[in-house]
């Protein structure tokens, strides 16, 4: 007999709980715990980054992305007591770069269809970059 549609969520649900269960007890952060850490390491790396390599006239100022890597695997090794090297290969997948894409419904994107962009102010040729 087919399950019904609440079966099926049920089914999922409780899936997705032993899956979480399996992570955590092999000391795996979850995505949402990944993304605080990175946000944090950035705001930090910010703070320490050489404010002699700011340039004011171009608003933009260079980041060591090593810097916000360890940062992120430290916050989730000593404060959130998660595995160093779990920790370290779910900040390093979530910072890999991802395959581009031109499917605008499926992720917010900059490029809605060809030549025209979503966010005029968020489009490269608005970007004013140092000559």
């Known amino acids: 007999m087919p399950m019904t549609a609440l ?20 000391g795996r952060p979850s995505a949402d715990q990944v993304y605080h850490a990175i946000a944090e390491a950035t705001s930090f ?22 810097v916000i890597i360890n940062a992120a695997v430290d ?5 959130c007591g998660f595995d160093r090297a779990a920790s370290k290969k779910a ?3 979530v910072l890999r770069p ?4 031109r499917n605008a ?14 966010y005029p102010a968020l489009a490269p040729e608005a970007a004013v970059r140092p000559q």
């Open 7 to 26: 079966q099926r969520r049920r089914a999922d649900a409780e899936r997705k709980r032993r899956q979480r269960q399996a992570a955590r007890a092999a």
């Open 91 to 93: 900040v390093i997948d």
């Open 105 to 118: 419904g499926f992720v917010p994107s900059v490029v809605v269809s060809p030549g025209k962009p979503a």
């Open 98 to 101: 991802r395959p581009p894409h």
């Open 45 to 66: 790396s910010l703070l320490c980054a050489d404010r002699r390599a700011w340039v004011p006239e171009h608003d933009w100022q260079p980041v060591n992305v090593t």
């Open 75 to 79: 916050i989730l090794d000593h404060r």
